[in-house]
């Protein structure tokens, strides 16, 4: 499966941004799905996951209660809704094969959070 992210920009402290990535290929539906993020000179790190049939997830403390995760796999697409933003969770946002993100990755999009 190849992966597409779309969705990211700029936005104020305290916005919302939707990231959307789209899968092309067979079998989106069977494979469990993560979000990761790399902030500038930092690594990867996970931000969450969710299971085959979207009704469990998971999410690092630092995002808990203000990120959600969720996947339609009629379209084919896993989403990420990102609320009350800050200035550290700018990065470039990954959308990943596996619960972990192991998997197949995509390129990225950029969310930056600046007044």
């Known amino acids: 499966v190849q992966l597409v992210e779309s969705g990211g920009g700029l936005v104020q402290p305290g916005g919302s941004l939707r990231l959307s990535c789209a899968a092309s290929?067979?079998?989106?539906?069977?494979?469990?799905m993560s979000w990761l993020r790399q902030a500038p000179g930092k690594g990867l790190e996970w931000v969450s996951n969710?299971?085959?049939?979207?009704?469990?997830?998971d999410y690092a403390d630092s995002v808990k209660g203000r990120f959600t995760i969720s996947r339609d796999n009629a379209k084919n697409t896993l989403y990420l809704q990102m609320n009350s933003l800050k200035p550290e969770d700018t990065a470039l946002y990954v959308c990943?094969?596996?619960?972990?993100?192991?998997?197949?990755r995509g390129q990225g999009t950029q969310v930056t959070v600046s007044s």
């Open positions: 969710i299971n085959i049939d979207g009704d469990k997830t």
């Open positions: 990943a094969v596996g619960s972990r993100g192991a998997g197949n």
């Open positions: 290929g067979s079998g989106f539906e069977y494979l469990p």
